[in-house]
């Protein structure tokens, strides 16, 4: 997979320096992966949720964090949508977030 908006993730960890390594081992597993549906993350990450429209939010940091990414299968892109802590979460619809 390839992954889309690295810098988000880069500018989240460094108001949050906890976040790095978290987010870190999700990018190199995210990268090296072949995800052809939703079944394939959930069998990977099992606390992620699936969501309509490729959407999907993974727990990071034993779910101090969450990332929202939109998923184009067959052209094997992750886009990340959103990472923020709960609070942030909790104010977002995670089915329609875009990164400002």
Do not use: C
């Amino acid at each position: 997979m390839r992954v889309i908006a690295v810098s988000t993730l880069r500018a989240f960890w460094e108001r949050y320096p906890d976040a790095e390594q978290p987010l870190k081992a999700w990018y190199e597993e995210a990268t090296s992966s072949t995800w052809t549906q939703p079944a394939d993350i959930n069998a990977q990450y099992r606390s992620a949720t699936v969501l309509k429209n490729g959407r999907v939010v993974f727990n990071i940091k034993d779910n101090d964090y969450r990332l929202i990414v939109a998923i184009a299968y067959k052209l094997q892109i992750v886009y990340v949508k959103f990472v923020g802590t709960h609070k942030e979460y909790d104010a977002v619809d995670a089915e329609t977030v875009e990164m400002a």
